[in-house]
């Protein structure tokens, strides 16, 4: 009933009510503590996941959508339970056994005239999708127990860039950034998203103290340049298999590839800018 009432509104109030009520839900579970980010997380990572291998099966491909969901949420609980403590790191090793499975059951898999093709879409699910968003994880614990603070500050950066890319592209957009990528992509809405994000960043340092300000600023300036390429990525998928949306599971933004773009190919980044720069 919620879906019918907000498509019958326009995209602009249709993508602040739905990215309102997704912050609210994503930014609550996480400060509520380490349980319920988990149980949000982990939904992120399998609807996400399946709504990757559901657009790949429209270009002809046949994944293994159910065995490659699966894996990804073990990797998921995996990261978790080994940055929560609970487990031993050495558990990691499990991963290369069951993601082996993919080539033993495409063996039995007697109609699929294009066994390796779809072993590899199968895999790049899994290390597309997956593993950044397992890498939340290592956020959250960061640098050494849970918190909020850092996990918090890193969905805001994200969500500041996206929303002042989106104003100023649509208020002052005329020089295109990657037009045969994405048409409406502008380098006015890539400095908005930056100005937001820099600005959000000198917030964050007065509130949150688990970061310095130049520790918050770096991680806006890695959010912005690989989140921007995040949602590039995902737009050169969507024209690979000739789509405008990935889905309409959230009114005004399509679907969950839609909206956590931009933190797949950032989560990488970030998790090594904590790891390496910060705690050298």
Not at 55 to 72: A, E, N, R, Y
Not at 149 to 163: K, N, Q, Y
Not at 202 to 223: D, E, M, R, V
Request: proline share 3%.
């Amino acid at each position: 009933m919620m879906t019918s009432v907000l498509n019958k509104m326009n995209n602009l109030t249709q993508r602040v009510i739905t990215a309102t009520l997704g912050a609210l839900v994503v930014l609550g579970a996480v400060y509520m503590g380490e349980w319920y980010y988990f149980v949000v997380f982990l939904g992120i990572c399998i609807f996400t996941q399946l709504e990757f291998y559901r657009l790949v099966g429209l270009d002809g491909m046949i994944p293994l959508k159910t065995f490659g969901t699966i894996s990804g949420g073990f990797i998921f609980v995996l990261f978790f339970l080994v940055e929560r403590g609970t487990l031993d790191q050495h558990v990691f090793f499990l991963i290369l056994p069951l993601v082996s499975g993919i080539y033993l059951i495409k063996l039995y898999k007697k109609a699929d005239t294009k066994p390796f093709a779809n072993i590899a879409i199968t895999f790049l699910g899994i290390l597309y999708i997956a593993i950044p968003i397992s890498l939340f994880s290592v956020v959250a614990y960061f640098p050494d127990h849970y918190g909020h603070e850092i996990i918090t500050g890193v969905m805001l950066l994200l969500w500041a860039s996206d929303t002042g890319a989106y104003f100023a592209g649509s208020r002052f957009g005329k020089r295109k950034l990657f037009e045969r990528i994405s048409p409406k992509k502008s380098w006015e809405g890539s400095i908005g998203g930056t100005v937001l994000a820099l600005i959000i960043a000198w917030c964050l340092s007065h509130y949150f103290h688990s970061l310095t300000l130049y520790q918050w600023l770096g991680i806006a300036i890695i959010t912005v340049i690989s989140g921007t390429y995040g949602d590039l990525v995902e737009s050169l998928f969507k024209r690979s298999i000739d789509i405008k949306d990935s889905g309409k599971s959230i009114p005004g933004h399509g679907g969950f590839l839609d909206r956590f773009d931009s933190v797949l190919l950032s989560m990488p980044f970030i998790v090594a800018y904590l790891k390496i720069v910060i705690l050298s």
